[in-house]
């Protein structure tokens, strides 16, 4: 049975399963949900019965069926361990994960788009404040980022890892929110390396399937 998951193409945490399902190998059907403002189909009846949260990414293979990124992600590393994406060493591996949760924890939260509008809404924040909010937390987390980071061609070795996965994602939105990134040159080369990738390239927001219609 074909793995079907969940997605919208802006979404940061869907872009980092989409990462590793094509790192992995693996093959899986995208079903677009759109996050659109006044579309809105996460918050929809048909889509609260597959995932009560509302959120994407979700993913289905046979029986299992399961939200939350970084779950999904441990998921697909004990199920489909042919392509390894946890270094099998210490410290190195405790290190992949403590990176993730950098960026799955720290950064992406407090930037996500319903905390932004909350912001904007219910706090009285004009758009340079939600900038500058934005900012803010994207240059702590990363400034912890590229410290813990090796200097190697990904985040951590010559291979790329789940750091890679949520570094690429995480990326991608401070270029879109024209977050300056310069203090952070580990971060880059290994962002840029990523991209040269097949795998990091079809995950990449503009060639899924719903970008179009965006």
Not at 55 to 72: K, N, R, T, W, Y
Request: aromatic residues 10%.
């Amino acid at each position: 049975m074909t793995i079907r998951l969940y997605s919208y193409w802006r979404s940061s945490a869907a872009y980092r399963v989409r990462i590793a399902l094509n790192l992995k190998g693996l093959d899986y059907e995208i079903l677009p949900v759109s996050l659109t403002p006044g579309i809105s189909e996460h918050r929809k009846d048909a889509y609260r019965a597959i995932n009560p949260q509302m959120l994407v990414p979700f993913l289905e293979d046979g029986d299992i069926a399961i939200g939350q990124s970084m779950a999904i992600l441990e998921y697909l590393e004990e199920t489909y361990p042919g392509t390894p994406l946890l270094p099998k060493n210490e410290p190195v591996r405790s290190r992949v994960r403590a990176f993730c949760n950098m960026i799955a924890c720290d950064i992406h939260p407090l930037n996500n788009l319903r905390v932004l509008k909350y912001v904007k809404a219910e706090l009285g924040a004009d758009e340079k404040a939600s900038g500058d909010w934005y900012r803010h937390w994207v240059h702590e987390g990363f400034e912890a980022a590229e410290a813990l980071a090796s200097d190697s061609t990904f985040v951590f070795g010559d291979k790329p890892t789940l750091a890679d996965c949520f570094l690429v994602p995480q990326m991608y939105n401070a270029h879109r929110f024209k977050v300056p990134v310069d203090r952070f040159p580990r971060l880059i080369a290994s962002t840029e390396a990523c991209n040269k990738l097949p795998a990091f390239r079809k995950a990449a927001p503009e060639q899924q399937p719903d970008a179009a219609a965006n």
